[in-house]
């Protein structure tokens, strides 16, 4: 099969190689926490660079984890059709993309405003380190949830030029989703992890251990989450979207029990749920109507 050179075929594979159809897995989770610290809706432009600073990071540690992981992929009969194995793009392009995407993130910071500036480098650096630390400790299910909680860390920054106390409910609260989501993928990966020696937290605790640990991390989350709307004092409607989310949680971990191997659908539902947070918080600052929630 012949590969398509036109600008269109070089897009369409580019996207491929960057998954782009999975950036909204945790967008949702970004543009709640954009609007929470803007405590409405930010200005165009903060909200253009926090968007681009996101996505910039995404991409660099993608593409990094590609040119990391291309080896690996090679040798799993799962990824070696991946674009670096199977000789679609060089390992070269791969570290292009994460340098040019590393220096869009870091001058979408420097225009934010200086403590986003100077805290970049630390989460790209977050965000690229999770490529190697599979190879030596399970550690890394949980790390990637810390990836997952630089967000909402990096957003409050951005619109606010400070992290307070409160945001560290968030913080905390997408460390346990993070590494919820990222226990149910690898245990979809368990099998060929071990077969190229690679650690995840399955691989250590076994899997009945696992899939009884998803549930406790998806509670802890959202406790955190819901103490976060008690410190925003936020209206009814942010608790009845995590209410949803909870919902959600408790069937897809009843069908994670039933069949471990199967990642797809607990994949996709982490997409549903991040959805259902961000309607939660629009519908909390937007709707005129509703009661506000104390705070702590």
Known sequence: MTADLTPRGRLYELGRFLEIQNVGLNLPFALAFLLLAAGGIPSLWVVFLVVVAFVSARNAGHSFNRW????????????????????????????????????????????????????????????????????????????????????????????????????LFAVF????????????????????????????????????????????????????????????????WYFLALAAMAALAAVTDLRLARSPASSRIPFQRHFQMAGLYCVGVVLALFLPFGPHVPGL
């Open 68 to 167: 990391a992981d291309r080896d690996l992929d090679a040798a799993n009969p799962r990824t070696r059709n991946r674009a670096i194995p199977s000789g679609r793009r060089s390992p070269a392009s791969a570290l292009a993309i994460t340098a040019f995407s590393g220096a869009v993130l870091l001058v979408a910071a420097y225009l934010l405003n200086p403590l986003a500036f100077l805290l970049a480098p630390v989460a790209l650096a977050t965000v690229l380190g999770y490529s190697y630390t599979k190879r030596y400790t399970a550690l890394t299910t949980p790390f990637l949830g810390l990836v997952e909680a630089v967000v909402p860390a990096a957003v409050f920054i951005a619109v606010q030029g400070r992290l307070d106390a409160y945001v």
């Open 173 to 236: 609260g997408l460390l346990a989703w993070g590494t919820a989501f990222e226990t149910i993928h690898s245990l979809g990966d368990l099998e060929s992890d071990r077969a190229l020696r690679l650690h995840s937290l399955p691989d250590r605790i076994g899997v009945r251990a696992s899939v009884r640990l998803v549930p406790v991390l998806h509670a802890v989350a959202l406790l955190l989450l819901g103490a976060l709307g008690f410190a925003l004092e936020l209206r009814l």
